[in-house]
């Protein structure tokens, strides 16, 4: 290989680019001029793609480190079993040397190499604009989904840093990182562009500010009906009263946000005046937790998460769920209750949107967690301050009023999915399940 030099254009013509080194104890002036020279002439990137194997990047670092080349960064990748090492050096008189080395060790291990030369100039990730994360989520990413991405990205002017599946086999997550030059009006009209797009095409999407804290939340408080559970529970006390009709009607407009909340629900709770507690109860034996929720839980607790149900409905359904998905807290409204039959009334404060509010910055607090470190789930309009409250408000099979507010959403699929918003891989997510819990 090593004698296919036109495989290698670049190679040939960089060999002449590199500069000789300064003398050692130049004087300052004379040091600060070949500092000026050397900052205009070419540094090289170097990559390494063929077959993967065990040793590869070694015997590449074994040469640099034999030549003493000073290493300024390096990257490499996987995909399928084949190989993308790349890394960037700095030139020295003894360059063409260690690239013939390398081009020859390459060429022994069944590798292609390739010499570009770049800018001198240091570019940090993402040094004039801001990190976002783009992560789309569906059945079925294909090209077409890859390439909407891109050229929405690059109508708005991000450039693409990076792209990694987040899925396990199939494409059903891929996280790309771009870097927007102008920060967050254009991440503004960025999301909107492709909020509407991934709705067309039938694929979840978010774009989040990326950074540690994104990937350092600490509490999750969810809604329960709906969200964690597949049903609003008063709709099914109203069935076991024979007012399902009547009382259904008015919990969709609520939760719609065209009535207000606390004036529906007492109107809704004194429907079911007369319902004795035992039958109210059976309601709660027999919970229609939602796909994946318990999975995602496991995988939070597993990294430390503090969790909390915060519900509009009722206690005595949210403290069982609260013992079935071992959740620390769980808040919700009391059904008066007295002679063994519901009175039509509730006991004490109205958990309704406000509240749900206060009671997640309350769980922060005394947990100690900052509210960045947040994240709120919900499906009704009543979670709209709930998830403005929380550092990340995910809007899950949501009413349209709360999706078009929310920071994301998550239309498709089992609540797991919140945790490729985390940035959580499938990879990683099977790893915790495979360990017996603590
Ligand atoms: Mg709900």
């Given at each position: 290989m090593s004698e296919n030099r036109p495989l290698y254009p670049a190679f040939l013509e960089l060999r002449g680019k590199f500069p000789r080194r300064p003398p050692e104890k130049a004087p300052k002036a004379a040091m600060k001029r070949s500092m000026r020279e050397k900052s205009a002439q070419a540094r090289a990137v170097i990559t390494v793609h063929g077959p993967d194997d065990v040793g590869i990047t070694a015997a590449m670092m074994e040469i640099l480190s034999e030549h003493r080349a000073s290493l300024i960064d390096i990257e490499q990748v996987v995909l399928s079993g084949w190989l993308t090492l790349c890394f960037?050096?700095?030139?020295?008189?003894?360059?063409?040397?260690?690239?013939?080395?390398?081009?020859?060790?390459?060429?022994?291990?069944?590798?292609?190499?390739?010499?570009?030369?770049?800018?001198?100039?240091?570019?940090?990730?993402?040094?004039?604009?801001?990190?976002?994360?783009?992560?789309?989520?569906?059945?079925?990413?294909?090209?077409?989904?890859?390439?909407?991405?891109?050229?929405?990205?690059?109508?708005?002017?991000?450039?693409?840093?990076?792209?990694?599946?987040?899925?396990?086999?199939?494409?059903?997550?891929?996280?790309?990182?771009?870097?927007?030059?102008?920060?967050?009006?254009?991440?503004?009209?960025?999301?909107?562009?492709?909020?509407?797009?991934?709705?067309?095409a039938d694929f979840d999407i978010a774009l989040q500010r990326e950074r540690l804290t994104r990937r350092a939340k600490r509490l999750i408080v969810f809604d329960m009906d709906s969200t964690l559970i597949q049903m609003e529970c008063i709709d099914e006390l109203a069935r076991l009263h024979g007012a399902v009709d009547r009382v259904?009607?008015?919990?969709?407009?609520?939760?719609a946000g065209e009535l207000d909340f606390e004036a529906s629900l007492r109107e809704r709770v004194g429907l079911l005046k007369g319902l004795s507690e035992a039958r109210a109860l059976t309601i709660a034996d027999d919970l229609p937790i939602t796909e994946g929720a318990e999975e995602m839980l496991r995988v939070l607790r597993a990294l430390g998460f503090r969790t909390a149900v915060i519900s509009g409905g009722f206690t005595f359904a949210a403290e069982k769920l609260k013992e079935r998905l071992k959740l620390d807290y769980a808040y919700a409204n009391e059904l008066e209750i007295r002679d063994g039959v519901l009175?039509?009334?509730?006991?004490?404060?109205?958990?309704?949107?406000?509240?749900?509010a206060a009671l997640l910055r309350e769980i922060a607090e005394r947990e100690g967690i900052a509210p960045h470190q947040t994240i709120a789930v919900g499906d009704g309009a009543n979670d709209l301050p709930m998830l403005e409250a929380?550092?990340?408000?995910?809007?899950?099979?949501?009413?349209?009023?709360?999706?078009?507010?929310?920071?994301?959403?998550?239309?498709?699929?089992?609540?797991?999915r919140i945790l490729y918003l985390l940035g959580i891989t499938e990879d990683e997510r099977a790893e915790i399940l495979a360990e017996p819990e603590r």
């Open positions: 960037l050096i700095e030139p020295t008189d003894a360059s063409s040397a260690l690239l013939g080395d390398l081009e020859r060790r390459a060429a022994e291990l069944g590798m292609s190499l390739r010499v570009d030369a770049v800018e001198s100039r240091v570019r940090g990730v993402c040094a004039e604009g801001t990190r976002y994360a783009v992560t789309a989520i569906g059945e079925n990413l294909g090209a077409r989904t890859v390439h909407l991405l891109s050229q929405l990205l690059a109508e708005h002017g991000a450039n693409i840093e990076k792209i990694r599946r987040l899925s396990r086999s199939a494409l059903t997550s891929l996280e790309v990182l771009a870097c927007l030059p102008e920060g967050e009006e254009q991440a503004r009209r960025l999301r909107a562009a492709l909020v509407q797009a991934a709705g067309e259904a009607d008015i919990t969709a407009r609520a939760m009175t039509g009334g509730l006991v004490g404060e109205i958990i309704g949107p406000v509240r749900k929380a550092g990340l408000g995910i809007a899950y099979h949501a009413k349209p009023k709360l999706k078009a507010a929310a920071d994301t959403s998550v239309s498709r699929g089992g609540l797991d």
